[in-house]
């Protein structure tokens, strides 16, 4: 079973930059479909970006342009990088991991905070 520690939340102004990461063990990582997902109070957990093993990304549209995600398998990590930050980003990001075609192979990070207010 993999698990995931996510770091890198915190307060920052509209406008600024964060740059999340992702810490994987206990897995072959490489072969891991990695993303990921925010949660904002009385909204559903929504997709924000996911990278393949291959390199392949796709992106929420809200966030398209601003963010970018990156793996580095040599260091088992995946980093979300934040640019242009805007209020409505605030929420808690949470990692994600997964084998390809296999749903219940998916493994959670804790979340860590965002908070985008000026």
């Known amino acids: 079973q993999v698990q995931l520690v996510e770091s890198g939340g915190g307060l920052v102004q509209p406008g600024g930059s964060l740059t999340l990461s992702c810490a994987a063990s206990?897995?072959?990582?490489?072969?891991?479909?990695m993303a990921w997902y925010r949660q904002a109070p009385g909204n559903e957990r929504e997709l924000v970006a996911r990278?393949?093993?291959?390199?392949?990304?796709n992106y929420a549209d809200s966030v398209k342009g601003r963010f970018t995600i990156s793996r580095d398998t040599a260091k088992n990590t995946v980093f979300l990088q934040m640019n242009s930050l805007k209020p409505e980003d605030t929420a808690v990001y949470y990692c994600?991991?997964?084998?390809?075609?296999?749903?219940?192979?998916?493994?959670w990070g804790q979340g860590t905070q965002v908070t985008v207010s000026s």
């Open positions: 994600n991991a997964q084998r390809p075609f296999a749903p219940a192979s998916a493994a």
């Open positions: 206990g897995t072959i990582f490489y072969i891991y479909t």
């Open positions: 990278i393949t093993s291959g390199g392949m990304t």
